[in-house]
């Protein structure tokens, strides 16, 4: 074990000398241990050239197959430490960015209420990221923008209304009741990130109407992106869900043709912080019910 904690070192910080560093032991027992290694392999791991280990194909294929047994080890470790989360009455949520404002503080509030001694965790970051969280068990519970395909992973549709147009409360287009993609020609338009879901769905809609905005600034969470429509860079299309809490400062206008959208709520299935869990989804349910009530209705 110690020989191949060696060889992984050597890959994974470049040099001799840095692996030896970080597994705090010296140089030449690092090297000794790369040469047993080989030694009782019968494997030539690495070519020596000019004073320097370079990885031989065999050496990477061996590499790849320790990488996966150690992911394996790290989902173990992983596991313990829900089971220790329920035993300390800690929640680890992860939310997408477009619902890092106020959805997921007044959902995180009503479960606190409940559940005044847990403690939270609520780490907003992509998607894919969240996915990834709630298949290895670093995460209870996830938002995110599309379904994880998982059989051990629960999820459930989410607020799911069509985008809205938000606009500066003086911008001319404000006069309107509905904005529509030629409005949008050449305007001062606030993106979110080009390859996020989002961008793309509305993306397709522009280019289906041979529409090109004039996009002025890309910002990769709605808060934000909010907060800088409302300072008058522009107008920008969004879930309903990111202007929460922002009436008054936005102007908020129906855009045909609509483009719809959902979130997704996950969680482990049959997972050991059940109760914790199962509180903490009923108080985002409410909290959804609550905005669409509010943030949807007429100004």
Known sequence: MRQIEAFKAVIEYGTVSR??????????????????????????????????????????????????????????????????????????????????????????????????????????????????????RKLDVGFTVTPIDNPYIATERLMAHPVVCILPLEHPLAEKSVITPEDLDGTAFVSFDPESFTSRRIGQVFEAHGVVPDVAMVVSVSPSLCEFVAAGVGVSLVHPSAVAGMRGQLAIRRFEPAIQLDYQLCHIRDGRNTRLVTAFLDGAREAAAEISRTILAPE
């Open 19 to 136: 692996a030896a560093e970080m597994m705090n032991i010296s140089q030449p027992a690092m090297s000794k241990l790369i040469a047993h290694l080989e030694e009782d392999t019968a494997l030539r791991l690495f070519d020596r050239v000019k004073g320097r280990l370079v990885l031989t194909r065999r050496g990477m294929r061996l590499y790849e197959e320790i990488d996966r047994i150690f992911a394996g080890v790290r989902q173990v470790e992983n596991a313990v430490e829900a089971i220790r989360r329920d035993e300390q009455s800690r929640l680890l949520i992860g939310v997408m960015p477009a619902l890092s404002g106020s959805f997921i503080r007044q959902a995180t509030m009503r479960f606190r209420a409940q559940q005044p001694g847990v403690f939270c965790s609520v780490q907003s970051r992509s998607s894919q990221w969240i996915a990834d969280g709630l298949v290895t």
